[in-house]
């Protein structure tokens, strides 16, 4: 009983800092992952997707030898990068400074943090399930931000074909008050890469992540540097 009432007050809170703020916006998410992250599982679901991510037919294809996850979270990706890339130097990155504290606590004796001001390229850059987050007017500065990163792969993962109920596409006019998602991702996104940023060569991977996403499939966006 007092558990509940305890997820339900964290809840309301994050919502009232999100009224204010913004959802998406750094306060917003800094009170996310101080407050109600873990009890709502993200967490967990941040696991998954990089175990995932491991099992696509590029990642068991690479041997990369530094990785920057972009936008981590708490960094719950990094024991399954360390597994799936033991060689591999891991870093992390996010806006959010509660987050990249926790990070560090967490997982500071097998990665190490990152600034976005940092000069230094990584050789596989991976983003799960951010960019669906991002709006538009912080959209071209993100991608920006998280490609320049790279100096051979990118990877950005993210909800494939997610749609509000009525079927239409979510966006900044479009979507529900209970959702942080800003857009609908589809292969509109690869085109959109291919055009933006011609130094890669864009392909994509799609996979079923049980648990982490009953809502479809996950779309995993590769980058190649030519």
């Not at 490609?147 to 479009?174: C, M, R």
């Not at 009953?214 to 030519?226: A, N, P, T």
């Amino acid at each position: 009983m007092i558990y509940r009432a305890n997820r339900k007050l964290k809840r309301i809170i994050v919502k009232s800092v999100g009224y204010f703020t913004g959802v998406n916006s750094k306060k917003y998410w800094d009170h996310r992952f101080s407050s109600n992250w873990e009890i709502q599982n993200g967490r967990t679901q941040s696991t998954l997707f990089a175990a995932g991510f491991s099992l696509t037919n590029f990642a068991r294809s690479i041997k990369p030898s530094s990785i920057l996850d972009f936008g981590c979270g708490l960094a719950d990706s990094m024991p399954v990068l360390k597994m799936a890339y033991p060689e591999a130097s891991l870093y992390f990155y996010d806006f959010s400074s509660v987050a990249m504290d926790m990070a560090s606590l967490n997982y500071g004796s097998i990665s190490k943090r990152t600034e976005l001001n940092d000069q230094r390229k990584f050789e596989l850059v991976y983003c799960s399930n951010v960019i669906e987050h991002i709006t538009d007017e912080n959209l071209v500065v993100f991608l920006n931000d998280l490609i320049s990163k790279s100096s051979k792969y990118v990877v950005i993962q993210a909800p494939f074909q997610e749609y509000l109920e009525d079927g239409s596409k979510i966006s900044s006019t479009n979507k529900t008050k209970e959702t942080e998602h800003e857009r609908t991702i589809d292969l509109d996104m690869l085109e959109y890469l291919k055009k933006e940023f011609p130094s890669f060569n864009w392909s994509f991977e799609l996979k079923k992540i049980p648990i982490a996403w009953d809502k479809g499939e996950q779309l995993f966006l590769i980058g190649v540097q030519s």
